[in-house]
């Protein structure tokens, strides 16, 4: 923080991208896990856009990180679903908290996205396996690449969106549309 107030520049995009999760179900939750899925993915979310807020500069663009589970019933993904939820929840708010400041607050919603954080969920590789062909089955019938991600935040950070606030852009092949 101290580098970019020292280059006077400010910050036009900021891309909240706090999240892990694991399975557990609601037998097995604790609090401990509970207390961890928010922390790691509500608190990282909330105090990187805090402190990202007196280095923003006007028509600033913030992108959160959601996930496809906030809008489904994923069996012992619970905690994750609800932790995501509410980043969800927090887009819209503070779309509207800040949106006199002239920022712009928009949530990115993957699906499926090859990435160690989504192949690390299932260590044994058979079951592994069974996870991503589980997950490759939307309408687009394959997992997607971080490369199709990015593009999807680059345009929410871009100017090309500069009249979307609040919304929820779906990258997750068909995922929860359809």
């Known amino acids: ?41 509500v608190g990282g979310t909330v105090f990187t856009v805090q402190k990202a807020l007196p280095l923003l500069n006007p028509g600033a663009s913030i992108v959160l990180a959601g996930s496809t589970a906030a809008g489904r019933g994923m069996p012992a ?8 939820a509410a ?19 928009n949530t990115i919603v993957p699906g499926p996205i090859l990435t ?28 997607g690449n ?6 999807a935040v680059v345009f929410l950070a871009s100017d090309a969106s500069s009249f979307m606030t609040g919304s929820e852009v779906h990258v997750d092949g068909g995922t929860n549309q359809v």
């Open 87 to 105: 980043i969800r929840s927090f887009g819209r708010t503070w779309a509207t908290e800040l949106g006199d400041r002239g920022f712009r607050v």
């Open 146 to 151: 971080p490369e199709e991600l990015a593009a």
């Open 1 to 41: 923080m101290d580098v970019i107030r020292a280059s006077g520049a400010g910050l036009d995009i900021v891309f909240a991208n706090a999240g892990s999760g694991e399975y557990v179900t609601l037998q097995d939750e604790t609090p401990e896990h509970l207390i961890d899925t928010f922390n790691r993915n």
């Open 116 to 143: 160690p954080g989504l192949t690390e969920l299932e260590p044994d590789p058979d079951q592994r396996r069974a996870m991503l062909d589980n997950l490759a089955s939307n309408p687009m019938k394959r997992i």
């Open 77 to 84: 993904f619970g905690a994750y679903a609800a932790a995501k």
